[in-house]
């Protein structure tokens, strides 16, 4: 079964608007973290922001913010204020109590327009 | 402080050849993995470590094997490359789950082409 799905292929927003990218993950663990990533057409994969299972708060990061729903399991990302250089791959991703792995989903290609 | 590093950064192999792929971090991590990334599959784990002598298989192991002598260095192993594992194959490290920062930080990953 999918641990973590992104049902958002691609995305498009204009350039200064906020934008959300979905992510719903699948876990029986009380304990556990949440990430996004973004790839941009470099390649490289740049941490963005995390999420505590237990943390109370939703996660920011300047733009990024991680509007999490624990009894829904959905960790979306919120990037306010796009810009131009936003346009990449996201992927959402998450490390449970029990596994030392990090599971990732499909990600979202996002396409600032100007 | 070079975080992840990986080489070689690309790899052309004909069907059947060996090779490894190499990574050391220097951040002292104890936790240490391989992924590989295909097209619309995102990123799959093939083999990971929690400390120096410790390895154990992912989602995607066969074909390929791992060894952590050292804290620094995961090496990746090909026996006997096909071209299924074409991909881009990206090594990450992170402190212990629980030690308060998760993060993964990832090298800047090698793309391996197998005729």
Request: proline residues 4%; charged residues 15%.
């Given at each position: 079964a999918?641990?973590i ?10 350039e200064?608007?906020?934008?959300t990218?979905?992510?719903t993950?699948?876990?029986?663990d009380q304990?556990?973290?949440l ?21 109370e708060?939703?996660?920011t ?13 959905s ?11 936003d346009s990449a791959?996201y992927?959402c991703a ?5 596994w030392?792995?990090m ?12 | ?17 060996s090779?490894?792929l190499q990574?050391?971090?220097d951040?002292?991590?104890e ?5 590989r990334?295909?097209p ?7 083999h990971y ?7 154990d298989?992912?989602?995607?192991p ?5 060894s952590r002598?050292?804290?620094?260095d995961?090496p ?7 071209p ?7 090594c ?10 998760e993060?993964?930080?990832?090298g800047?990953g090698?793309?391996?082409l197998?005729?």
């Amino acid at each position: 079964a999918q641990k973590i799905t992104q049902t958002q292929p691609g995305m498009f927003v204009q350039e200064k608007e906020a934008v959300t990218l979905d992510c719903t993950y699948d876990t029986s663990d009380q304990s556990y973290g949440l990430f996004w990533y973004k790839q941009p057409s470099s390649g490289e994969m740049i941490f963005l922001i995390y999420q505590g299972s237990y943390d109370e708060q939703n996660a920011t990061e300047g733009r990024y913010s991680l509007n999490f729903q624990k009894a829904r399991k959905s960790a979306n990302l919120v990037i306010s204020a796009s810009q131009l250089g936003d346009s990449a791959m996201y992927f959402c991703a998450m490390r449970e109590d029990s596994w030392d792995d990090m599971r990732f989903g499909a990600g979202t290609r996002l396409t600032v327009k100007p | 402080n070079a975080g992840v590093t990986q080489t070689p950064k690309f790899q052309v192999l004909k069907t059947g050849q060996s090779m490894t792929l190499q990574c050391a971090q220097d951040m002292n991590h104890e936790y240490m993995s391989w992924y590989r990334q295909d097209p619309g599959m995102g990123l799959r784990l093939i083999h990971y470590s929690v400390g120096a002598g410790i390895t154990d298989q992912g989602e995607v192991p066969n074909g390929y094997n791992v060894s952590r002598s050292t804290t620094e260095d995961f090496p990746l192993r090909l026996l006997s490359a096909a071209p299924s594992q074409t991909s881009v194959y990206f090594c990450a490290s992170s402190p212990h789950w629980g030690s308060g920062n998760e993060t993964q930080y990832f090298g800047p990953g090698t793309r391996l082409l197998v005729l």
